[in-house]
């Protein structure tokens, strides 16, 4: 595709833009602004913007670039270019643009969270707020000079559900505390490691990646590893709930020799071990009249893998991987006074399949709801064959590779002018978190070299709290990820934002973007806008020292002083002697410091906080309400 954008302007000889480059757009202020684009060779170019003229004359590559002065925030603008041809570009603010970046969790939008915040969405009148954002495209072979398509939107209650939810809140509180437009060029995509993001030239230091990036660079290999296909494998026996005389989803259907089942839950927690296939669950509940007669929505939380939802013998909705809430809607008059069916079929082919406890499981109608959680029916309709091998040939994927995302969606960025970057990622790189502390230094530093810029604001989210509680001291590959996280801090005018307490233990997409979004704000805030009035996140662990039994932390960011959330004892520090076997220690505030010590331990030397996947319970925050960073005193 971007071969064809970049060869039409030679070709005809007419101006053309990037996406970024178009109506809605927000420039950024304070700094001179570089535009861009491709005509004929040679082609006088000419742009009107704001009183300013700026002109340019077309290379052999047909490509110009236009640097206009430095103007304050303000607009609605019209931008007039003309060359051979005439382009109008409308509605144009300037102030300031911030480039969010990441993987999932900076792309989950609105949408997904709009029972969490209705309000906010309804409220989401906020013109000067604009959200671009690039569709997924990845390459490895070659640097992309333009991004799929795409367009800038105002945030409307409408346009806001599309808008990533952390980059939406952070957004906003910036846009009402400073009344200055504000763009955001949100550039994710979900399950994609950080090298992805880094340009070939940023991961010098880094042999493994410069084997695959040369290898990329060789056709015969490309090809091979593109021709590369997995093994056919058997089809599997057919499901027996769609195969029989009456569907199992059927009105009609009796169900005969299914089995008792508690939902929410695993079928492999509940007497089905070992299986991958398809079961079916079955409920009859009964609906009062007043439900009837009126549009219903079915919550079936989470399920694992994919599914197919039915009410009454209608499908009303169906998912396809385990990630996204389940909230199907009930067309109006599909529910009937008394007995009703539900029936959900579900499919998976690895791991524990079922429905995620603590999810939302209810049928709601007329202002009323059902509890859908309890007793069910299931039963198995297939089993899959296990395909040892298969799968494990050609798992080759452009975007999960060196520089396969930077390619296409930050390299055609970088002639636009930013205030700084947000980046929100992490989870696909904890099977090798201690990398990461190298890692994320060198996409702060090759970001800012590509802007030109050493001094722009990075600001990053550090990793929430996530799968099973464990009540015992224990190792963490994501207590290691936060770590190497934090220790990015040393990097200047970085800001991260805290998000222990922002998590979910059974869900890596938690839904609680609104504390993450504003956290992230504060950083900004303090970099970006220099208010040093503002207290950038929770205590942030600075130095230790032994005296006798006990030692004493000392913190950052202490803010108006420390605290305990909700006024309880320190809870989540455990404490070592130079064998750094952890057991837990007692904790208290003295002043701006904390003594940690257990009676047991007669010489400690290491301390750590948090240093859990899921430490519920970590209640050190400073007075401000913002949470301590988990840490660990032992790689100092």
């Known amino acids: 595709m971007s071969w064809f954008l970049l060869t039409i302007p030679s070709a005809y000889a007419q101006v053309s833009l990037p996406k970024l480059v178009s109506d809605n757009m927000v420039l950024q202020r304070d700094t001179k602004i570089k535009l861009w684009g491709w005509a004929g060779r040679h082609e006088k170019v000419t742009i009107k913007f704001n009183n300013k003229t700026g002109k340019a004359i077309t290379g052999d590559d047909g490509k110009w670039m236009i640097l206009l002065p430095v103007m304050k925030a303000g607009g609605p603008y019209t931008m007039e ?71 800038w939107k105002a945030a409307t209650p409408t346009n806001t559900l599309n808008f990533g939810a952390a980059s939406y809140f952070f957004a ?89 089942f508690w939902l929410p839950g695993y079928w492999a927690d509940q007497g089905v071990k070992g299986l991958n296939g398809t079961v079916w669950f079955r409920k009859e509940i009964n609906i009062p009249a007043s439900m009837t007669g009126t549009p219903a929505k079915l919550f079936m939380g989470r399920i694992i893998d994919a599914d197919q939802a039915y009410v009454n013998g209608v499908l009303v909705g169906g998912t396809t991987y385990q990630y996204p809430p389940r909230r199907y809607d009930v067309a109006q008059g599909l529910l009937k006074p008394g007995k009703n069916i539900i029936v959900v079929r579900v499919v998976n082919t690895a791991g524990k399949g079922g429905f995620v406890p603590e999810k939302p499981y209810f049928l709601s109608a007329g202002g009323q709801n059902i509890d859908l959680r309890g007793d069910w029916q299931y039963q198995v309709g297939e089993v899959f064959e296990t395909q040892w091998g298969a799968g494990s040939a050609n798992n080759f994927s452009a975007q999960n ?35 990461y502390q190298y890692l994320l230094p060198a996409l702060i530093s090759d970001w800012r070299s590509k802007w030109n810029n050493v001094k722009l604001p990075f600001i990053y989210a550090q990793l929430p709290n996530f799968m099973e509680v464990q009540y015992s001291p224990s190792e963490s590959q994501w207590a290691e990820m936060r770590e190497s996280q934090l220790k990015a801090l040393a990097v200047p005018n970085t800001a991260m934002s805290v998000n222990i307490d922002a998590g979910e233990w059974n869900d890596i997409h938690p839904l609680d973007k609104k504390d993450v979004g504003e956290r992230l704000a504060l950083g900004a805030e303090k970099l970006a806008y220099h208010d040093e009035t503002v207290v950038l996140s929770g205590p942030i662990y600075q130095s230790a020292k032994i005296e006798g039994n006990k030692i004493t932390l000392t913190f950052n960011n202490i803010g108006s002083g420390l605290a305990a959330k909700d ?69 100092q």
């Open 567 to 635: 006024g309880g004892e320190l809870q989540y520090f455990a404490i070592a002697g130079k064998n750094k076997k952890y057991v837990w220690a007692k904790a208290r505030i003295e002043g701006n410091t904390v003594v940690v010590w257990n009676d047991d331990i007669t010489e400690p030397l290491y301390v750590r906080y948090a240093w859990a996947d899921n430490p519920e319970g970590a209640n050190l925050y400073n007075k401000d309400g913002l949470p301590a960073s988990p840490f660990t005193t032992d790689t």
């Open 81 to 151: 270019i003309s060359a051979s041809n005439h382009i109008t570009i409308r509605n144009i603010l300037i102030g300031d643009v911030w480039f969010c970046s990441g993987q999932s969790n900076m792309v989950i939008n609105m949408e997904r969270v709009k029972e969490r915040y209705p309000e906010d969405i309804a409220q989401a009148n906020y013109p000067e707020i604009r959200n671009f954002f690039i569709p997924t495209v990845a390459d490895v072979r070659k640097v992309h000079d333009e991004l799929p398509a795409s367009e």
């Open 401 to 435: 590779e060196p520089a396969g995302l930077y390619n296409t969606m930050v390299a055609p960025v970088i002639n636009y002018a930013v205030k700084g970057f947000v980046w929100y990622q992490g989870e696909s790189n904890t099977a090798k978190p201690q990398a």
């Open 172 to 260: 906003r509180k910036l846009y009402l505390k400073y009344h200055v437009p504000i763009g955001i060029i949100n550039a994710s995509v979900g399950g994609t490691p950080i090298e992805a993001w880094i340009s070939e030239g940023g991961l010098k230091q880094f042999p493994e990646y410069q084997t695959k990036l040369a290898n990329f660079k060789d056709s015969v290999y490309m090809g091979k590893l593109l021709a590369k296909k997995d093994p056919p494998i058997k089809k599997p026996e057919a499901d027996k709930g769609l195969t029989g005389p009456v569907k199992w989803y059927d009105t009609t259907y009796v169900p005969q020799g299914w089995h008792k």
